[in-house]
């Protein structure tokens, strides 16, 4: 059975840090293009940040670029999302996703989903 697993969510003061973790079960995640999301109550799933199969590519939101920094450890069927300098509009529900296709890194390009992990930025 194909599994994801998001884990790192907290609660966290503006301009702290969080990292984020991905594990895949089941499968290898070498093949896949790894995606981060995030839906915040009332709004829709917004892509953060995506990284190709061997982590040489990746790309951001602009509003997490030069805060955010996904990384991959294919050894481990990991992906990581490190977090800083986090502010309120952080807060949402992020997801992990797996997808097959090359350069994947849209919503709809993204097969195999997490359950989500909250991360919630509050003073």
């Known amino acids: 059975q194909l599994q994801l697993v998001e884990s790192g969510g907290d609660l966290v003061q503006p301009g702290g840090s969080l990292r984020l973790s991905c594990a895949a079960s089941?499968?290898?995640?070498?093949?896949?293009?790894i995606g981060w999301f995030r839906q915040a109550p009332g709004k829709e799933r917004e892509g953060v940040s995506c990284i190709s199969r061997s982590g040489s590519v990746t790309k951001y939101a602009g509003s997490v670029k030069g805060r955010f920094t996904i990384s991959r450890v294919n050894a481990k069927n990991t992906v990581y999302l490190q977090m800083n300098s986090l502010k309120p509009e952080d807060t949402a529900v992020y997801y992990c996703a797996a997808s097959g296709r090359l350069g994947a890194c849209a919503v709809y390009e993204y097969d195999y989903w997490g359950q989500g992990t909250q991360v919630t930025v509050s003073s």
């Open positions: 089941g499968f290898t995640l070498d093949y896949y293009a």
